[in-house]
């Protein structure tokens, strides 16, 4: 009986493509090398292939310091030397044409953020000492790591608190003493890091039964151009509105209020809240406060 195709294409591409010994055993009905293999060919990767090798190193800059930063980089690297000679780009070119700004684990962090993703991984219960930043001394906290995550140039902790029976998110600048618990627990399988971040506009994540609301923003001028360029929520839609001046309106769905009152305030004039409500008063009552400081 004959190997599948699929298989006899890849015998064939060993033989002619690698140039190895292959042979079929007409005894054992089989295929096997009749001379010493010392090592495979080399990896086949074209230039293209090679820069997004060094892209990718760049991607994993912000772990600098950690241990799956030193296992990813020196992975790329054994990827990137495998390559044929016949490739021209020299891996440290692309530092010239390309390079990515980055902000990384704090080097007090390492340590933590190395133990924290063991913890997800082994789904191990973690201690440590926490501060809000509403508060001014730091409270004991047990809880069980779901997922790490960079957000807006910062690393967080996203766990679930049984004391609070609701999941919370810990930045890892303001966390401290931190123990790894022998015991462990078992992940809900409808967690879903995208969705639980969905709710807010940044850092911030809020309740599924939280309020949600329609938010509607016109922008002008520069601020219509730089909005327009980029991804800012999962839920946005950006329109282009025909009146004096031109502009968008810029629409998401969001359950809470804080971050992005923050985010309208820096354009300025350029940008004018249609809803709801609720957001052009807490934009009021911010400036308000600005001028009486």
């Known amino acids: 009986m004959s190997p599948p195709k699929p298989i006899l294409r890849d015998l064939k591409f060993i033989r002619q493509e690698f140039d190895l010994p292959l042979k079929y055993h007409e005894k054992k009905h089989g295929y096997h090398f009749t001379g010493l293999v010392g090592e495979f060919a080399l990896m086949q990767l074209t230039k293209g292939e090679l820069v997004a090798l060094f ?4 991607a994993v800059e912000p772990l600098k310091g950690t241990r799956l930063y030193k296992l990813v980089h020196e992975s790329l690297h054994k990827i990137a030397e495998a390559c044929p000679e016949s490739v021209s780009l020299q891996w440290q070119d692309p530092d010239e044409a390309f390079s990515m ?19 997800v991984l082994e789904q191990r219960d973690v201690m440590f000492d926490y501060q809000k930043l509403e508060s001014r001394r730091k409270e004991r906290r047990t809880v069980q790591p779901y997922h790490v995550i960079q957000l807006q140039n910062g690393w967080y902790l996203i766990a679930h608190d049984p004391k609070r029976g609701q999941l919370r998110k810990f930045a890892l600048q303001r966390l401290g003493r931190l123990e790894l618990l022998k015991t462990r627990f078992a ?8 969705y639980y ?14 309020v949600r609301y329609e938010v509607c923003i016109r922008f002008t001028g520069w601020a219509a151009c730089y909005v327009a360029e980029r991804q800012w929520h999962p ?5 282009p509105v025909n009146y004096d001046g031109g502009g968008i309106e810029f629409r998401a769905e969001l359950a809470g209020l804080e971050e992005i009152t923050r985010w309208v305030l820096g354009y300025g004039r350029h940008a004018q809240v ?5 957001l052009r008063n807490a934009l009021r009552a911010e400036v308000e406060a600005m001028l009486r400081g």
């Not at 971040?197 to 939280?210: H, K, N, Q, T």
């Open 197 to 210: 971040l969905s709710s807010g506009f940044g850092v911030w994540s809020y309740a599924a039964d939280a």
């Open 101 to 119: 700004k980055t902000t990384g684990v704090l080097k007090s962090d390492v340590a933590a953020f190395t133990r924290l993703v063991d913890a």
């Open 235 to 239: 839920s946005q839609s950006i329109t």
């Open 187 to 194: 992940r809900d399988p409808a967690f879903n890091s995208r």
């Open 55 to 58: 892209v990718a190193v760049k």
């Open 274 to 278: 249609l809803e709801p409500k609720a």
